[in-house]
């Protein structure tokens, strides 16, 4: 029938639109077949190891970080997070210490020997973040902040992209190609949850974000358990699903003393905490194929 | 100060009040801290070995569901599912065969040494369930279709009870607690994905709904990959999480020739696509352990 | 270019399809373009006027239905709501009188010369909704019970049919489809707030669903604004921009002593608040012209 | 019982926290009960009266803007808005003319006396925004951007604060508080629909967020009734009910020729839409009491 016709037509037309559109984005795997292995230093992000970024939420102390920066280098990771740009809901809340903080995490990272990523909210400060940093983080509050990714695009530094508090995979995708657009196509993505309708976790972890960012985009997609979960006994099961899902890393917030820190006390891990988190993903038995 | 002190009474006034109310529940842990482990004639799900419910969306014919129960059992699955009373959207979509269906779904599980589990919608069905299948299926859609969740609570049946298309853990939970009041405390949970705002996938899969139900209950909780993802390529890496995170077993469609299926025909796998889906699963590395 | 013919021709088939699909439904004002007019007894809901619906959460007791009856007769209301099949979220709350509560609904409604409408939850009590009823109510919880959707639709009852807790507007259309099927088409169409992510509100009142189903079905649309907002403060502010909007009526929640109510007492008005909100909004200056 | 004294506690505790932290917000009506008044030139927003925003989403051409600068003056709307600095999803989009489009937008306001107000989406911008502009906004997709708000603070300018794209009643309240702390408390807050699972509009209005912001604080409450919706048909209807509930004013989109737009096509009115929208509005009996 004539009806059927046009569905057909429909279909197809559909199926065209969708498959140019993917091949425009210079992030689409279609444009380029291969994975994108991003080299911070003599360290490689998705080349099929699980790479672990680790810290406290907010750089508080050069002894805090210090602390932080011990524990993690014990257990082997290699990246070291730590906040000094801190977008926080209320004005009232600690705002982090800025470029001081920054200087702290590169000393504590040039320290231990651990490479450092901390966040950067404004266009201006990526000159500051290409300065003290090795990978530059643009937050989930400014994943459309088109300005912010113009310029981050413009250094030469590798980027982690969070996706937003409610974007979509299509969205998220497109914030990626402003800043490959500019020239820097170092760039790792991060599922950190989504916002929902249950307050059970403090965001919805969308778990099948990372096979589907793998399968459209040639770059390496990490989890934030403790942003996406905000919950400390989640932490764990949360990376075990990243893993077998396919993730290429994990970030973690890890704290001294979490009940006394400045930001997000209720989710961050202390060192014993960390330690045992550490442990039970390196277990032979916890790797999962993602063949 | 007095300010201070409130606070803390607060705090301490609300975790008594969860407390309080957790432990009301026949359902938590709280009250019956043991995993409870429903048997199945011979089969048991939630005794740490995960089980596996496969079969068609829906039961079309005594050939078509043989077909599947062949496939389904010699990739060692125990559990065969079917659909028999489709709750569907539009009423002009394929209703089910009804009790025709539950009978043809028995046959073929009698044939093959399967067990078998279908979707009652109707409270005056329940009888009709307790009289054809192994496991009373509650959907998505009637998770707070209290009428019928008595009803079951009244049968000596396996329960297997999906979590609601946009129900909260706490809702979930209490509906559970429906049928376990009535007497029947043989229930299975079965996290199937929420409705949230993206697109990319039919609905949202909480993977970190199953530890927290796993914390909270002492019930065992599977995995409906299909109904969360709906998408065939996202079947494998969905179930690989459910397992990695801790899930007793996980759920999935299969028919022989998806293309022709009379419902979900864009999200069952094909028998070739299942077989490969089990053998990915059952390799050593892919089994996480859950500890 | 190809591609722009491929777009236009994808463009013109999608809204074929789409107005193909419209124009099958019975709901549709495609179908039938003008306004169906539900006759309950001597009143009209649909014909231009605004219908309340005012009552109790639940009927608890002949004395309390039939104080609120007289006040919400005198306010000039027409139509008396009051819940004795109530599904709640946990098996310990009030589940309501059943037919007791019905049959005492009907008492009031017949001393204070009222319609009366009660939500029915199990198919086979349609039964006795079609015995006591002026207007059976299906619940946002069963908006996709199919069987009690079938069921009201071989009643000659007058259906309130209540959108879902997380229903899309097709959904919506689809279920009152399963109704007008069965060959009852006296079904209004009530919005009540659909879950989101926001917590200063039990739900989020998605005011344009009203333009957009008066647009597409001919069936009278209500705003029930006590379950929309869930608190008493916003229940004038929200019937004003339902009125405004063009719904044909409003319902909400009245209780003699809400604190003390045995179901919802956060949301319900008493009766000086309700006489106060009928005041407002029976003011010239408060009626918006819908043209 | 004791159960009962604790929950009594609990909730007088509750209360009062969040008592204590609503009068700690500058922005909150515990602080400065009386409504603030923002004086554009001439012009009030917040003083019972109703202001209309109209103009085209993207400025294209000085003709263009003068058209609909013309035609808006006409109705007797009297401040015009034109994106010049515009947040795409996509970086293939039309990006706007950034500071040459507000020259364009400056240059028709003045020749047909109508105040302009377009965003700003860089902090170091905010300097342009303060030469060319009568009010400066701030987008959904920036309602976090802290370091813009800040800066936006430290302006003399009036502020137009859009709620973000999936943000909380509390997160917009705190996000305006950042502009307020900086010394700015001219601000209005404009809704303008929140990210829900619904596909029948573009974003769902959350239609009862505007009393909750009049009651909670003391700034003007706008409605964006094109990005809430998206859709043409819906443009009258949603600010019948933004004028019935309470707002203090209507933003909406108007284009010489939509469908050539270099943006937002879709939900653009034409200049005639535009007319017949302003006179539907402006009836006497369209315009409800919000006592």
Known sequence: TVKHIFKEIFKAAKELQEGDYRETLLVSRKKKPS???????DISVGNG???????????????QVNTVAKAVKQQGVNILRGGAFKPRTSPYDFQG????????????????????VSEITNPKDIELGTKHLDIIQIGARNMQNFDLLKEAGKSNKPILLKRGLAA??????NAAEYVVTQGNSNLILCERGIRTYETATRNTLDITAVPILKQET???????VTHSTGRRDLLLPAAKAAIAVGADGIMAEVHPDPAVALSDSQQQMDIPTFEHFMEQLKQPHAVVNNG
């Open 49 to 63: 190891e699980n790479q672990f970024i680790m810290g406290p939420c907010s750089v508080e102390s050069q002894e």
């Open 35 to 41: 994975d994108t292995i991003i080299s911070v230093g």
């Open 97 to 116: 210490l800025g470029e001081e903080g920054l200087k702290m995490l590169r000393h504590a990272g040039d320290q231990y020997g651990l490479k450092v």
């Open 168 to 173: 979509t995979i299509n969205e998220f995708m």
């Open 218 to 224: 040639h770059l390496p997609v990490m989890v934030d």
